[in-house]
């Protein structure tokens, strides 16, 4: 069972960073992709930022050149760092893992989704 616990989200005013984590857990990482989403409140989740099976990122383009994604494998923790946030930054950020047979693409709905930590930037 794979288990998926955020932690790092808060409140940041604007211009500020975060960096969120990922511990993950009942898996084995060299499987899957993995990626953060972000629900604003009224919206729907939207993809923030992955990492495939062979280490390449991409990025959703409103957070590019901002937002880094990382992961510890030896920790088995994800990470995402954000900095020069803004306000449309604001949401339920999720860690999220999906098992692929693709090295460097990561299709379809993840299937694992963590319980979401809160960020708020404020003007």
Same mark, same amino acid.
């Given at each position: 069972q794979v288990q998926l616990v955020e932690s790092g989200g808060g409140s =940041?005013? +604007? &211009?500020?960073?975060?960096?969120?984590s990922c511990a993950a857990s009942g898996y084995t990482q060299s499987r899957y992709c993995m990626g953060w989403f972000r629900q604003a409140p009224?919206? $729907? !989740? $939207?993809?923030? +930022? !992955?990492? +495939? !099976?062979d280490g390449g990122t991409s990025y959703a383009d409103s957070v590019k050149g901002r937002f880094t994604i990382s992961q510890d494998n030896a920790k088995n923790t994800l990470y995402l760092q954000m900095n020069s946030l803004k306000p449309e930054?604001? &949401?339920?950020? %999720?860690?999220? +893992?999906? $098992? #692929? *047979? %693709? %090295? #460097?693409?990561? *299709?379809? =709905? *993840?299937?694992?989704?963590?319980?979401?930590t809160k960020v708020t930037v404020s003007s």
């Open positions: =940041v005013q +604007a &211009g500020g960073s975060l960096r969120l009224g919206k $729907e !989740r $939207e993809r923030v +930022a !992955r990492i +495939a !099976r930054n604001t &949401g339920m950020y %999720y860690c999220a +893992a999906k $098992e #692929s *047979p %693709y %090295y #460097s693409a990561c *299709p379809g =709905v *993840p299937g694992y989704w963590g319980q979401g």
